[in-house]
């Protein structure tokens, strides 16, 4: 990890364990556009978090996958 989005992504893990809420990485190989990261509340609730550095664009597919959560019910 390096630059500003991944100091703020490591700080927001390191609060959420500490929270006792589990995080993954969500970058997988050939699966592009999905959030960085799912963090798995108490309670069955799961969150998802992308990091953009100020200014940062949503990237089309990025918006494809927002329209399939938001299909799904989830908030975007």
Avoid at 21 to 42: A, C, E, H, S, Y
Avoid at 57 to 73: C, G
């Amino acid at each position: 990890m390096a630059g500003p989005e991944a100091k703020i992504e490591q700080k927001v893990c390191r609060e959420a364990l500490r929270l006792g809420v589990r995080n993954l990485k969500l970058n997988v190989q050939g699966q592009t556009g999905w959030p960085d990261r799912m963090f798995l509340i108490p309670g069955g609730k799961p969150f998802f978090i992308e990091f953009k550095r100020p200014g940062g664009e949503i990237r089309p597919k990025q918006e494809y996958i927002h329209q399939v959560l938001r299909h799904l019910k989830y908030q975007v």
